[in-house]
């Protein structure tokens, strides 16, 4: 519909209508093998009034900001959680307050994660026409394998067998460790266990006996395989009662099954299945344990189910047992449910998909119009939406089912129409509530896969997606990993009607979205309640739960693929598909232990049991986390305090990385200060060391400088190049002398170290006369007497050549190497 809005954020001129890359110039935004099939420029998230480029890809509805550049996350929505999408939108054209006002036209697309947005289009463009139609083929794929996750494959997250992680768990459960760890899936079903109660069986190894039933089941002891066959035909889709949890201290059991087949009158009975049930009331120490039969359904469902051939226990026919009914309606009374809901949020929240402020809808500034006749309205809205009512009723029951089996020790046999929705509900929510190792990031794995996944919730069918329905249309690759034969649709679950399409190997969209209903996501509200309830019991946040949701509804990862574990085989999922608990793991372990999936307040000693709520503390609210994140934002992020907390652990893990890291600067410091006194010892060893060397080369100075003395030299030590012999007498008189220095070099510096000069002087006697002689001889002559000179007798007249008449070795003295640092002053 065409109509009037504003365009205030949007330049037309800029607008590039074809874009020329493959990508369409998105690659930064796109995952992996992820493609752009249609694009749509300027337009328009009426939500906020945000301008941009919004683009249809084989995996969601990405929206742009033409502003920032960015993403927007409430444009942004898979292909596989959008419920449904319209072009026929009529809002209040006072919606918007602007004198610019052009003619729009407006695509309206309502998620299952509980958004509702609307898109307007540039006028007279068919761009809203290019994205409708792209959504139309890839919102509703004919075939599994046309779904994103199969185009992308494991990537990094590879999914490991999801046989042997059940059987695992079922160890665990029997407190058992099996003696060989299989390897595959054929070895995980050759193998037996048990103990003195309830034993492993193989029965379903090839889903003969049960389509939606896992292949392996966790029977009492003393039922043989060949009582299973015959209890089986007297339940709907021979869903015969298994046990799902146990308490190996007490031996009391939480087993799950679907409807007896006992027929209009309620009289018909089976003796087998009668035995079964029996079995699974083990022998306590003084009596037999009491039984109770718990059935989901309203009374008055039951009893018309008996008209189709189902119904209800009669308590009569079960030894000591009760049969109890909790009330819950049926799959479509809940998408009805959610549906109001829904509108009432986008109505009231504080931004609707119309961009209208809730304080402004019905005229006037005040809430809910100004008057309270219309506020009280609104709050009613909530309660006839009936939301609330159906949590609490799924909370009440699990927490009466949980309270039986820990403070009586009984076992509870708990089962609805099909046994496949309801009661996963129930049996999971009170193993939960019973088991704090489900409690956990790896217990709530395991739970899921066995009770949701293993036990054959319709996943496909309950998300509106297809599924496999017959293996020739199957891809080569993917029927070559099957290791099943054809697959039909369970009895049970086929439905007809007109227009619906009957072509094998595909589910229209119409078939799928008639038995949609949000059964997982009940569930997982539930579960949002007991967190808020028990802060300190759970491992996981409330963060957490909404990305796993998230995760389910994108259909990105293969593990929710289908309606049980033999298509997810047939299919070939596990290989073919990536995993979303490796999803999971990966994303917590980039973020450490601060990561927003762990709960701050965890404490596995303090709740280290059963959680057994009292039904006065079970009055649900709603859960803003999940159903206020689009329309109210702010009022979303959960409690103060938890916000509080988590900024206040943030803090302390950057100080405590700022402490790691003035440690490491520490530690990086004190190294080289070791490192430098080991230099300064070294230098201070060299420095005793030269000191010792020149004191002895000092010593060895002085005794030459008496022995050339002793020569009749006189030696004569100068600090600067003008050297003076020191005497005046050789100063006046013409003396012969012998003088060297010591090169500084070119480079040194003459203030710091001044050169060292040594003069070395000999007298002939010959120069002087008179008592000059004699002075100098007694001076210098060490061979002179008292009687006087003995000249040319005398023995100085032996070294006439090399000592008189200046004739000595003077290359003696060159040889020499003599340093200022020895003749230091003493």
């Known amino acids: 519909m065409d109509g009037a809005a504003t365009w205030d954020a949007l330049e037309w001129t800029q607008i590039d209508p074809v874009s020329r890359s493959p990508t369409h110039g998105m690659d930064e935004f796109l995952l992996e093998a992820e493609e752009v099939i249609v694009q749509g420029h300027g337009v328009v998230l009426l939500n906020t009034d945000e301008a941009g480029t919004l683009s249809v890809t084989n995996f969601r509805l990405l929206f742009v900001s033409q502003v920032n550049q960015g993403v927007i996350a409430l444009g942004t929505i898979p292909l596989t959680t959008i419920e449904k999408f319209t072009d026929d939108v009529k809002i209040p054209s006072a919606s918007r307050q602007s004198d610019k006002m052009q003619p729009r036209e407006l695509l309206q697309v309502v998620g299952k994660d509980m958004r509702i947005i609307i898109f307007g289009f540039r006028p007279r463009t068919i761009q809203r026409h290019a994205v409708v139609d792209a959504l139309w ?29 059940l059987f695992e768990e079922y160890c665990r459960l029997l407190g058992k460790k099996p003696l060989h760890v299989p390897s ?10 048990s103990n003195d109660w309830w034993r492993i069986t193989a029965i379903n190894s090839s889903y003969s006996f049960c389509p939606t039933y896992p292949s392996m089941l966790i029977v009492p002891k003393g039922i043989s395989d060949e009582d299973l066959l015959q209890a089986s035909i007297f339940r709907s889709s021979k869903r015969l009662p298994v046990i799902s949890w146990t308490d190996s201290g007490t031996g009391a059991v939480l087993a799950r099954s679907s409807q007896p087949l006992v027929g209009l009158v309620m009289n018909l009975r089976n003796d087998a299945d009668e035995k079964l049930v029996a079995a699974l009331c083990t022998q306590t ?18 009893l018309a189910n008996g008209a189709k051939g189902g119904g209800s226990e009669s308590s009569s026919n079960y030894f000591q047992s009760e049969v109890f009914f909790l009330g819950i309606e049926n799959i479509h009374v809940m998408r009805e449910s959610l549906n109001r809901l829904r509108e009432y949020v986008d109505t009231h929240g504080t931004t609707s998909s119309d961009g209208m402020s809730s304080f402004l809808r019905t005229g006037g500034w005040t809430w809910g119009g100004g008057n309270l006749s219309s506020m009280s309205a609104s709050v009613a809205t909530l309660g006839v939406s009936g939301w609330l009512i159906h949590i609490q009723n799924v909370l009440v029951g699990s927490a009466w089912i949980a309270a039986r089996v820990a403070l009586e020790s009984a076992s509870v046999l708990v089962h609805c129409s099909d046994g496949w929705d309801r009661t996963t509900q129930l049996v999971s929510l009170a193993c939960l509530l019973l088991d704090p190792y489900y409690r956990t990031f790896k217990g709530f794995q395991a739970l899921v896969e066995k009770d949701w996944l293993a036990f054959g919730h319709p996943f496909s069918e309950r998300m509106g997606i297809p599924t496999v329905s017959d293996n020739s249309n199957m891809p080569s690759e993917l029927s070559r990993q099957s290791s099943i034969g054809n697959l039909s649709t369970s009895p049970m679950r ?66 929710f693929l289908c309606n049980s574990e033999k298509e997810r085989q047939q299919s070939g999922i596990a290989d073919a598909c990536g995993c979303l608990w490796m999803y999971l793991d990966d994303l917590r372990a980039s973020g450490g232990s601060l990561h927003v999936h762990y709960n701050l307040f965890y404490d596995p000693v303090k709740h280290d049991g059963p959680l057994l709520p009292p039904a006065a503390a ?195 003295f060159d040889r020499l190497s003599i340093y200022d640092c020895y003749f230091k002053a003493e």
């Open 137 to 165: 083929r890839y919102t509703k794929p004919a075939q599994l394998w046309d779904l994103y996750t199969f185009s992308c494959g494991p990537s990094k997250f590879n999914n490991t067998n999801p046989k042997l992680r």
């Open 618 to 812: 079970l009055a649900p609210t709603i859960w803003p986390q999940f159903h206020l994140r689009w329309a109210c934002p702010l009022e979303s992020q959960g409690g103060e305090l938890e916000s509080q907390c988590r900024a206040m652990s943030n803090k302390y893990s950057e100080t405590l990385k700022e402490k790691e890291m003035a440690e490491n600067m520490a530690r990086d410091l004190k190294t080289k200060a070791e490192a430098l006194a080991k230099e300064l010892e070294k230098e201070r060893q060299a420095n005793h060391s030269a000191l010792a060397t020149a004191k002895r080369s000092r010593r060895e100075s002085l005794a030459i400088r008496r022995a050339i003395e002793s020569l009749g030299c006189k030696v004569h030590f100068s600090s600067n190049e003008n050297h003076d012999l020191g005497s005046t007498l050789f100063n006046k008189t013409e003396g012969l002398s012998y003088s060297f220095q010591r090169d500084s070099g070119a480079g040194s510096q003459r203030d710091e170290k001044a050169d060292l000069s040594v003069a070395i002087s000999a007298i002939e006697d010959s120069l002087f006369s008179g008592n000059s002689i004699s002075e100098v001889c007694e001076s210098v002559c060490p061979f002179r007497t008292r009687e006087g000179c003995n000249w040319p007798e005398a023995e100085c007249a032996q070294l006439g050549s090399q000592f008189i008449g200046l004739k000595a070795n003077f290359d003696a």
């Open 494 to 559: 086929s439905v007809s009607g007109p227009g619906l399409s009957s072509s094998p190997g595909s589910l229209s969209h119409a078939q799928a979205s008639n038995n949609s209903s949000p059964i997982l996501l009940q569930w997982v509200d539930c579960i949002s309640h007991l967190l808020r309830l028990y802060p300190c019991a759970f491992e996981f946040s409330s963060t957490f739960l909404v990305d796993f949701l998230d995760c389910v509804l994108s259909c990105r990862f293969g593990n």
């Open 285 to 302: 120490n003084r009596s037999r344990r009491k039984l109770y039969i718990v059935d989901a359904r309203p009374r008055k469902n039951a």
């Open 184 to 193: 595959n899936a054929i070895e995980v079903e050759r193998l037996t266990l």
